[in-house]
């Protein structure tokens, strides 16, 4: 990691000196200069930027991981014209970096697609922005309009699949986008392209495209001034939970997770900090040190995710937190696979039992089974989720869980929830956006 | 001439279409059981070369055609 802190205007979300913020393209292209993309196919363009993104070692923003690159040689092997896909989805309850990113920095997100379908030779965009996100759908859609003035080349159009936690999986988007039907398919070769109809489709998250937008722009060099070696780049993280301040936060991959946390201001002691997602895994405070990067967090058993940490105060009970969670995700089963419809809802029923003290050792047996039993056996990675979700929530409040199965639960468990669903009212105060460099 | 390799084959059930009728476990108790909930939990290695006939009938007689037999290729 360099050893100086980031500019106050971050690199995604860059803003006027004034501090202001202005989604127009004038402002876009002052913040972040001129991006030349080729209108029709170009061998030598295609071949420099692949190149860059290459060497840039970008990973996908969206949960998986996955090599930026990597991504298009699937499609390009396949020998048809793709798709590109923007996966705005975001629906993970606990994330607002992709709206805050397409709100603010429209732009950005649409010259990395623009960029992706030059590389893969595709003739068509489609952006794909929750139903129930209208004003992200109209920021986009403005910025459609204002680049169609300007003459860009290829055409892109916003669709609206439904709000659901699994509908952003990639093969779920697809699925969607075929036949109406949110629903992730089993793919046994994921290094196989997934398809409409004859045509393959290529789906990016909306902050991976900003990342090739900024590379294809500044170069490899450029974005690896930024984070480690082994995790190059900054990313977006939505902090939330007991904060007083929930925050979009732009940080260099390797900042100590406890910096990440500290940007949001947590209101007193934390007991536990959710990383990655409600499919992620609960990081034990005291190893809030860590690195906030891939092979750091997998080593505590976290993940990166797709950038939500959540802070849970000691007042709160992360037993009962982790049932309201795995509740949840239990409803946004896409409903196809048994182990999931079944699995889920039984580890949501061991979970309550433990946060209201009333479990024994025998519902703590039986929730370490149904972890097993559930785990790899869904056509996606849903039920993977909830039970490494469920299994750190065992390890990192272990004393806690013992205290439940004897028949001492906590106070926390009357604790109002901190965490975000999507039902009801929004939780929490308006999204602020701060940035925060890594080691000073 | 020795091979290093072989072709074999392995079971794998598409949890999609998997219906839960436990047939196969039925079928190929040496590989198959059911959880708590009657789906069929599968262990996927290799297939030693005397259960390849019951686990060809066990993937037949699915109702749901939820269970494959699929080639791997490793040592042998």
Excluded at chain 1, 290 to 311: M, Q, S
Aim: charged fraction near 20%; proline fraction near 8%.
């Amino acid at each position: 990691m360099t050893t100086d802190t980031l500019p106050r205007t971050g690199r995604l979300l860059a803003t006027a000196p004034d501090g202001s913020s202005d989604p127009g393209l004038a402002a876009h292209l002052a913040a972040h200069g001129p991006l030349v993309v080729p209108p029709r196919d170009d061998r030598a363009w295609s071949h420099t930027v692949w190149r860059e993104v290459a060497e840039s070692g970008l990973t996908g923003r969206g949960g998986g991981g996955f090599p930026a690159a990597a991504k298009w040689d699937a499609v390009t092997r396949s020998g048809r014209r793709p798709l590109v896909v923007v996966n705005a989805m975001e629906g993970e309850p606990a994330s607002a970096k992709d709206r805050t990113l397409l709100t603010r920095s429209p732009h950005l997100v649409l010259d990395g697609a623009e960029v992706a379908a030059a590389l893969s030779g595709a003739r068509q965009v489609v952006v794909c922005v929750a139903d129930d996100q209208d004003g992200v759908a109209r920021a986009v859609e403005r910025a459609i309009a204002e680049r169609d003035r300007a003459g860009r080349s290829r055409p892109v159009s916003v669709v609206r699949p439904p709000a659901r936690y699994v509908a952003g999986e990639e093969s779920a988007l697809a699925a969607w986008l075929e036949r109406g039907e949110a629903l992730p398919a089993l793919r046994v070769d994921k290094s196989v392209a997934l398809r409409v109809g004859r045509r393959p489709v290529l789906v990016h998250n909306a902050e991976t495209l900003a990342q090739v937008a900024l590379v294809a722009r500044h170069g490899a060099a450029w974005f690896r001034g930024r984070g480690t070696p082994e995790a190059p780049g900054t990313t977006l993280v939505t902090v939330s939970g007991g904060v007083g301040r929930p925050s979009v936060v732009e940080v260099e991959l390797g900042t100590p997770v406890v910096d990440v946390v500290a940007a949001a201001e947590p209101l007193g002691p934390v007991s536990g900090i959710l990383l990655g997602g409600y499919g992620g895994a609960w990081l034990d405070p005291a190893h809030a040190s860590v690195p906030y990067a891939p092979g750091p967090l997998r080593d505590v058993g976290a993940t990166l995710g797709v950038g939500i940490v959540c802070v849970l105060p000691a007042t709160s009970c992360g037993i009962a937190e982790t049932a309201r969670i795995v509740r949840y995700m239990a409803g946004e089963s896409a409903g196809q696979c048994g182990p999931c419809v079944f699995g889920l809802p039984a580890i949501a029923d061991d979970l309550e039992l433990l946060a209201a003290g009333r479990g024994d050792p025998a519902v703590l047996a039986r929730l370490e089974d149904r972890c097993g039993a559930v785990a790899g056996r869904g056509a996606c990675r849903h039920p993977d989720g909830v039970v490494r979700l469920v299994r750190s929530a065992l390890a990192v409040f272990a004393d806690d869980v013992r205290d439940h199965a004897a028949g001492r639960p906590c106070a926390g468990r009357h604790a109002a929830s901190v965490l975000r669903f999507p039902t009801g009212a929004p939780v929490g105060a308006p999204v602020t956006v701060t940035v925060r460099g890594g080691a000073a | 001439m020795s091979r290093a390799t072989a072709t074999r084959v392995a079971l794998r059930v598409d949890p999609v279409a998997c219906d839960a009728y436990g047939f196969c476990a039925e079928l190929l108790p040496e590989r198959i059981t059911l959880d708590e909930w009657g789906y069929p939990v599968v262990d996927g290695r290799p297939l030693d070369p005397d259960l390849v006939e019951l686990a060809t009938r066990a993937a037949a007689e699915c109702p749901r055609r939820a269970l494959h037999l699929e080639r791997v290729v490793g040592p042998a």
